[in-house]
């Protein structure tokens, strides 16, 4: 079946679909109803795909960092930055890494201000959440997502996905912390810049979500070398060997 050219007409196919109800589209106005239906299709379609047989040497993915207003999203702290970097295997893809500020709706403390450099001003002026993670969405398509402490940014990104568009977050994560504890179970700390430091990355710019993802994506690098080294050939079997762990 065709799909409408006009807006309306989108929108009363989208509807018609299951995507968004008329009481959504009336309250959200049309952009928003369609993002909010963007990011719905985007979470069914990803339900369908399984990347777990693929090798990790072809495994295309966004390695990727949320900076935050604080560290409880279900009290009252929100995202203020989205970063992403698209990587296939043990390289980082020729395209446009993804950048976002998001407005919080709400004053970002003085010490996040510090840590991240995002001030008031800036995240006033930014776009809402709901284009934020359409656009982020958008950029990741169907990738596998790489994150370090992925926990933070798993919570923060169901809780927006949740708050904006009633539906969780469906792409498989994996977590650079997670593989580090299974390379070097014996290590005492497995924060960002330890790694960095112990595997000779160069450390830019600390709590920037974008130079952070840039700066996980070699990391994940360097565990990949380790990881082909011990026989692990696809997604599913490193989760089966980090499940043991």
Known sequence: MKEPKSPMGRMWHLYKMGGITPAIASMLGSSNAQQMAFIRSMSRDQRKESAMETPLSELEAVVFDLETTGFNPYNGDEILSIGGVLIKGGELEDAEPFYRLVNPRRKVPGHIVELTGITNEMAENAPDLMQ??????????????IAHGSGHDKQFLNAALWKTSKVNLTHRVLDTMMVAKWLEPRRKSYGLDELLETYGIEITVRHHALHDSVMTAKLWFRFLEMIRAKQVGTLGDLYAYLSRH
């Open 132 to 145: 934020g993670l359409h656009d982020f969405l958008d950029f990741a398509g169907r990738r596998v997502l």
